[in-house]
């Protein structure tokens, strides 16, 4: 694999294409350098997070090459490999789109760990994670974010193996989309994993009872999660707010805005994050 053929495959925009061959090529040897300790540190303190973002992407970039050995050594297929790489394009644009600026956030650095571990997936339209299930209570977190029955926290004990589902911005939620994610995840799992996975878990804000029922019975929204067995929520609507006005201040509607920005602004309180699980 050559450092071409794999921003090729990343599917850069070209401002950012070029931005990061530019970095590389003039300093090959200090993105190896700093390759070698990137996520070195702890608590999530990876050095590479004190790095320019331009650096940080680059970094990345050039890591990327290495992890897909390790990725190939688990036998997993190119169309997943590629795709779950393509987070890093994703979160680029993203950036560029919210900065003007060509790199990438220290949250982007910290949350790409995960591909760093050969831990998550793109599959389909979902990502995955294999995981242990945590509940996000006063038990384990010590402060009450979120309860949890005790009847559920004995049906699938905390630390049972689960399979911990991500849903990138803008991704498919179309009901066809998001079935066939699931069941290719299914066969993913039980072909390259001898763990045998409870549930699929999912900590998210498109998961919050009030603002769901609010949807229409068209929403992909709604029905995505309808999917889910909702075990928890609470109140916090910090990632909807973070989601729906990536782009700036929430104070002004966009002029195009959406059914769900339109509800962050007039009803606020219908929004927060909940926990849901699918039995598998």
């Known amino acids: 694999?050559?450092?071409?053929?794999?921003?090729?495959?990343?599917?850069?925009?070209?401002?950012?294409?070029?931005?990061?061959?530019?970095?590389?090529?003039?300093?090959?040897?200090?993105?190896?350098?700093?390759?070698?300790?990137?996520?070195?540190?702890?608590?999530?303190?990876?050095?590479?997070c004190k790095r320019m973002p331009l650096t940080r992407l680059a970094v990345v970039t050039y890591l990327l090459l290495r992890?897909?050995?390790?990725y190939k050594a688990k036998e997993v297929p190119d169309n997943i490999i590629f795709d779950t790489f393509r987070d890093v394009s994703l979160r680029a644009k993203l950036y560029y789109e919210k900065t003007g600026r060509v790199?990438?956030?220290?949250?982007?650095?910290?949350?790409?760990?995960?591909?760093?571990?050969?831990?998550?997936?793109?599959?389909?339209?979902?990502?995955?994670?294999?995981?242990?299930?945590?509940?996000?209570?006063?038990?384990?977190?010590?402060e009450p974010y979120m309860a949890f029955a005790k009847e559920q926290k004995?049906?699938?004990?905390?630390?049972?193996?689960?399979?911990?589902?991500?849903?990138?911005?803008?991704?498919d939620l179309s009901p066809e989309a998001v079935e066939a994610s699931f069941q290719s995840a299914k066969r993913f799992f039980s072909t390259h994993f001898s763990t045998r996975y409870k549930a699929f878990l999912?900590?998210?804000?498109?998961?919050?009872?009030?603002?769901?029922?609010?949807?229409?019975?068209?929403?992909?929204?709604?029905?995505?999660?309808?999917?889910?067995?909702i075990i928890g929520a609470c109140d916090d609507s910090e990632q909807a707010i973070e989601y729906l006005f990536r782009n700036g201040t929430k104070r002004r509607l966009p002029a195009n805005a959406t059914t769900l920005q339109k509800l962050a602004i007039e009803h606020k309180e219908l929004l927060g994050f909940a926990c849901g699980i699918i039995i598998i």
């Open 1 to 48: 694999m050559t450092l071409e053929t794999m921003i090729s495959e990343l599917h850069y925009t070209s401002d950012i294409e070029q931005a990061v061959l530019q970095k590389i090529r003039k300093d090959e040897k200090l993105v190896e350098q700093i390759a070698e300790t990137a996520y070195k540190g702890e608590d999530f303190d990876f050095s590479l």
């Open 67 to 70: 992890k897909y050995d390790d």
């Open 103 to 142: 790199g990438i956030s220290r949250g982007d650095v910290i949350w790409f760990r995960h591909i760093m571990n050969v831990v998550i997936f793109k599959i389909g339209a979902l990502q995955f994670q294999p995981f242990e299930m945590m509940y996000l209570d006063e038990e384990t977190i010590g």
């Open 154 to 171: 004995e049906a699938l004990p905390a630390g049972a193996p689960v399979i911990n589902c991500h849903i990138q911005q803008d991704a």
């Open 202 to 229: 999912c900590y998210s804000w498109l998961l919050y009872p009030p603002m769901v029922k609010n949807l229409s019975l068209k929403s992909n929204i709604k029905q995505f999660a309808a999917k889910f067995s």
